[in-house]
């Protein structure tokens, strides 16, 4: 059974302050991904990466950067959060249709 | 003009209705079809997918696909109340393409 965790449910954090969230998978998958999901605007990819220190910026990268320097492991980093990034922050792994992209169960962030 | 637009509703239906759920696209070069099923304070999963033009059922669930009218259909026939969820239409170029456009999703409650 695929498993894809993610750091922390929820978080609140100042403006300004540097934020990480983790997501673990245990399936070795070489893709993984980080969206953002805001209502009315449905999911959007901030970044995804294909191999360990790959890679590459989605539709809404700005504001964010990430890291993978292991397989299993892809963090997100809000450098100085702001509270337009308040919103609900998903985890994906796999890609393309013969590896359907399994999704972890979220982080709700509040930037105050 | 969004890639992707899905009535946001929310739909309200009494048990053991169909429910029809719409999500149109702009996009005609969109060649793979997916519905995913979010429940609440979960990630999204895979419910169904498709890259032709007409039916494709699986149990209660029916995907229907018209790539002349850029316009996607999902059914659940003898809705249960665990069918209570948001549902997200996704939709690729590629086969293997990591890029999915997401609707934004339509919130679905099957009143016992």
């Known amino acids: 059974d695929v498993k894809v965790t993610q750091s922390s449910r929820y978080l609140v954090k100042r403006t300004g302050e540097k934020v990480f969230l983790e997501c673990v998978q245990d399936m070795d998958h070489e893709n993984m991904f980080w969206y953002r999901q805001d209502p009315g605007l449905g999911l959007r990819l901030i970044y995804f990466s294909y191999d360990v220190k790959m890679k590459e910026k989605g539709d809404i990268p700005e504001g964010y950067s990430v890291s993978r320097e292991k397989k299993e492991r892809f963090s997100l980093i809000l450098e100085s959060a702001s509270t337009n990034q308040t919103s609900m922050y998903l985890c994906?792994?796999?890609?393309?249709?013969?590896?359907?992209?399994?999704f972890g169960p979220g982080t709700r962030l509040l930037v105050l | 003009q969004k890639e992707v637009e899905q009535d946001p509703g929310p739909l309200s239906v009494p048990e053991g209705a169909i429910v029809s759920l719409n999500c149109t696209y702009s996009n005609s070069a969109f060649q793979y079809f997916m519905w995913y099923r979010q429940y609440s304070r979960k990630g999204p999963e895979l419910l169904m997918y498709?890259?032709?033009?007409g039916n494709k059922e699986d149990g209660r669930f029916t995907a229907q696909v018209d790539k002349s009218s850029k316009y996607i259909s999902l059914f659940i026939r003898d809705s249960q109340p665990s069918d209570s969820a948001t549902y997200l239409c996704?939709?690729?170029?590629?086969?293997?393409?990591?890029?999915?456009?997401f609707g934004a999703g339509t919130t679905v409650t099957v009143r016992a």
């Open positions: 498709t890259y032709s033009s």
């Open positions: 996704a939709m690729t170029l590629r086969s293997n393409d990591y890029k999915l456009s």
């Open positions: 994906a792994t796999g890609g393309g249709l013969q590896e359907t992209q399994y």
